[in-house]
């Protein structure tokens, strides 16, 4: 069975720093670009970043550029989140999700997310 | 960045009747527009890519059309499964963009 599972979700102070992780199985990992999604409290999807098969290119959205970074470990078949310089907006659920094909980055799977919390 | 928009906030529609959602771009995206139905407490899940095609194991109650700037989600007779938000997504330009939702609930 093709899926994803995120880990690493915490309450953070603002300010602080965690690492989001992603293990996929049931697919070939190395295939696919691989994408991070939030979703705050009771508000829609925003798409953060996005990587490539081979760790390039990656994207960001404005709002994490410069804090958040993303890596993949192909080989273990796992995608990261380092996110830096938490805020309180930071705090969503954040969801990998995997784009379906080359240059076609709808999101065919996602994972079940797990929750961030920033707050003192 | 494109700014994607979608009407109506709500929609409230009686179990079997046809349910009609819309989603605007504020530049082109071509065909590079996708939609997604997300359940409390769930993941999205794809309903639709490429504005019209289904994705795998979705009813064919599920159609989608469009290109440019204006695309439409019908659901043709409403199951009791199928009330949820349903979200759309452009994947022409960077950065990748969501509509704010539609939510479908019961009349």
């Known amino acids: 069975e093709v899926q994803l599972a995120e880990s690493g979700g915490d309450l953070v102070q603002p300010g602080g720093s965690l690492r989001l992780h992603c293990a996929a199985s049931?697919?070939?990992?190395?295939?696919?670009?691989i994408n991070w999604v939030r979703q705050a409290p009771g508000k829609g999807l925003e798409w953060v970043s996005v990587?490539?098969?081979?760790?390039?290119?990656?994207y960001y959205a404005d709002s994490v550029k410069g804090r958040f970074t993303i890596s993949r470990d192909n080989s273990k078949n796992t995608l990261y989140l380092q996110m830096n310089s938490l805020r309180a907006e930071d705090t969503a659920i954040y969801y990998c999700?995997?784009?379906?094909?080359?240059?076609?980055?709808?999101?065919?799977?996602w994972g079940k997310g797990t929750t961030v919390t920033v707050s003192s | 960045e494109t700014v994607m928009t979608q009407s109506p906030a709500t929609l409230s529609v009686s179990p079997g009747e046809r349910a009609t959602l819309s989603c605007r771009a504020s530049?082109?995206?071509?065909?590079?527009l996708a939609w997604y139905q997300q359940k409390p407490g769930q993941a999205p899940r794809l309903l639709i890519y490429?504005?019209?095609t289904r994705a795998t194991d979705i009813p064919a109650r599920f159609s989608g059309s469009g290109s440019g700037t204006e695309f439409s989600l019908t659901i043709s007779s409403l199951q009791s499964e199928d009330f949820a938000v349903y979200y759309c997504?452009?994947?022409?330009?960077?950065?990748?963009?969501f509509g704010p939702g539609t939510k479908v609930d019961i009349k």
């Open positions: 999700a995997r784009s379906a094909a080359y240059r076609e980055d709808y999101m065919d799977v």
């Open positions: 049931g697919f070939i990992f190395s295939a696919y670009a």
């Open positions: 990587i490539g098969t081979s760790g390039r290119p990656t």
């Open positions: 530049q082109s995206v071509s065909s590079n």
């Open positions: 490429g504005a019209s």
């Open positions: 997504q452009q994947y022409k330009n960077w950065p990748l963009t």
